[in-house]
């Protein structure tokens, strides 16, 4: 490869500028060298970073190899399982401290297609976060068992009634978040696991102003490795977005009233 298209992919994607796709691991050795390679056919001007929380199948000694090989291919090793939610905050930390422009978040198990990678960064040119739907006109669930559909569907409506946000994927993974909005919501403070850190961001990002973006994806069951939703992390889910509501509207409330010089309350 000639030095000037090296300067080329380093440049960043082209109106986005610097762009690292974070993939969260754990026991993914079956998935991990092929979606490394979607990814860097599909958008070879981004970079990988693969978050492995010490699989014992050997997931983290692939992601060096394949780092060694590929100086657009990282690997971040941390010391234990400890959640999705906690790896996408260890990936935008990583991020925030060399300089990139946007973070992605991409499941290593194929169900985000990296080949629609480029849509969803040629939508971050105007927007602040961009979330692949699957829920939108156009979106689309493959091989999913009714079950899974009637939770996705069903927790999304839910988040969406309780927070009042306008997004239709609230819940989504596959997502493009701008650097200044992680930093403008504190992304450090993010302690939320599974489907609800979507959904805390989302909220974080909606509250904050920011401009969300949905465009549709088509999202695919994993064929390789098991999925790692459980009981617990949809527990958390429901609690989590409850409370949320909850003070979302107690502070809706407080906005709302104020009180005369003489001390009674009313609506303005």
Do not use: C
């Amino acid at each position: 490869m000639s030095e000037a298209l090296k300067r080329d992919r380093r440049a960043g994607y082209p109106g986005v500028g610097r762009v690292l796709v974070v993939i969260p691991t754990y026991n993914e050795a079956d998935n991990v060298t092929v979606i490394t390679d979607r990814v860097r056919r599909s958008a070879p001007e981004v970079e990988i970073l693969i978050a492995d929380d010490n699989s014992p199948d050997g997931t983290g000694a692939l992601a060096d190899r394949l780092a060694a090989d590929d100086d657009h291919v990282h690997v971040l090793h941390r010391s234990g399982k400890q959640g999705l939610g906690a790896a996408y905050v260890a990936g935008f930390g990583w991020a925030r401290d060399r300089g990139y422009d946007a973070v992605v978040e991409m499941d290593a198990d194929g169900s985000h297609a990296p080949e629609e990678l480029p849509k969803l960064l040629d939508a971050a040119r105007e927007a602040d976060v961009v979330i692949g739907s699957r829920w939108m006109p156009g979106g689309e669930v493959v091989n999913w068992p009714w079950h899974r559909l009637v939770l996705s569907r069903g927790a999304n409506l839910y988040a969406r009634l309780a927070l009042g946000m306008p997004v239709s994927d609230v819940t989504g993974g596959y997502r493009v978040y701008r650097l200044p909005v992680l930093e403008k919501i504190d992304f450090g403070s993010v302690s939320s696991q599974g489907f609800s850190f979507q959904v805390e961001l989302s909220r974080r990002a909606h509250q904050a102003g920011f401009r969300i973006v949905e465009v549709p994806i088509t999202f695919s069951e994993r064929e390789h490795g098991a999925s790692k939703m459980s009981p617990t992390i949809i527990g958390e889910g429901l609690w989590r977005v409850a409370l949320w509501g909850v003070r979302d509207r107690r502070a809706t409330l407080r906005r709302g009233l104020r009180r005369t010089p003489t001390g009674q309350v009313r609506w303005p």
